[in-house]
């Protein structure tokens, strides 16, 4: 079974500082994608950033970037110049490419990032 | 473009009473699914349809029923509400169940079972 593990239940980062949230998974599958989900004070879940397997290539969005270790199974999310409104909950998801009806997002437990002014 | 709405977004009950988490899309999204978030424990899939007649059991699927009369509607049954089912309540659908397709959520309901 797959399973995903945020292993920081909080973070602090200084305004316009860089932070890093840490996200490993297990699989043994080959073909799958990785989410980063942002969940603001409003409950909103709101997609930040998405990785597909097969592209070695790090996703990027603006300040949120990944640093994607298939090999070791390590997913983490960088955010540079933080920003009052980047306090959240993040949530790292992993998702298989096939699976057919029973493909589920699967949920780290979370991490709370608290932005210091 | 509502996208994904759920009601009520509050919700107190007694023990053993019964209620209804409605969700509606307007995206024409086949996939569509109900989480439940618990401090500690991220979201968990309690149930889940692939289109219109067709659900399925998720993780947690004890004490909640659903049924998908038609491709816009999802809604979440709780037959006797217990303690236990404290949480709060996401409804998220996508085009299809394949990694690809990104869950779009609701804003998420919060139920207090007393």
């Known amino acids: 079974a797959q399973t995903v593990t945020q292993s920081q239940p909080e973070m602090s980062v200084q305004e316009a500082e860089t932070v890093t949230l840490s996200c490993t998974y297990d699989?043994?599958?080959?073909?799958?994608?990785l989410f980063w989900y942002k969940q603001p004070p409003s409950r909103q879940m709101i997609l930040v950033i998405r990785?597909?397997?097969?592209?070695?290539q790090n996703a990027t969005e603006n300040r949120f970037s990944v640093n994607f270790q298939k090999a070791a199974k390590s997913f983490s999310l960088k955010i540079s110049d933080s920003q009052l409104g980047d306090a959240a909950m993040y949530f790292c998801?992993?998702?298989?490419?096939?699976?057919?009806?029973?493909?589920?997002?699967?949920f780290g437990t979370g991490t709370l990032l608290a932005v210091q002014p | 473009n509502a996208g994904v709405t759920q009601t009520p977004k509050f919700q107190v009950l007694k023990t053993g009473q019964s209620m209804t988490l409605q969700c509606a899309q307007d995206?024409?999204?086949?996939?569509m699914s109900w989480y439940r978030q618990d401090p500690g424990m991220g979201l968990r899939l309690i149930h889940y349809?692939?289109?219109?007649?067709?659900?399925d059991q998720g993780e947690v699927p004890n004490g909640y029923n659903v049924s998908r009369s038609t491709t816009e509607d999802f809604p979440l049954r709780l037959l006797s509400a217990a303690p236990s089912q404290t949480s709060v309540y996401f409804c998220?659908?996508?085009?299809?169940?394949?990694?690809?397709?990104?869950?779009?959520f609701g804003a998420g309901s919060r139920l207090t079972v007393l």
């Open positions: 995206m024409n999204h086949e996939y």
């Open positions: 998801a992993y998702r298989r490419r096939y699976g057919g009806a029973t493909n589920k997002l699967i």
């Open positions: 699989t043994s599958e080959s073909d799958y994608y």
């Open positions: 349809s692939v289109g219109a007649g067709i659900t």
């Open positions: 998220a659908s996508s085009y299809g169940a394949g990694g690809a397709n990104v869950l779009t």
């Open positions: 990785q597909e397997a097969y592209k070695q």
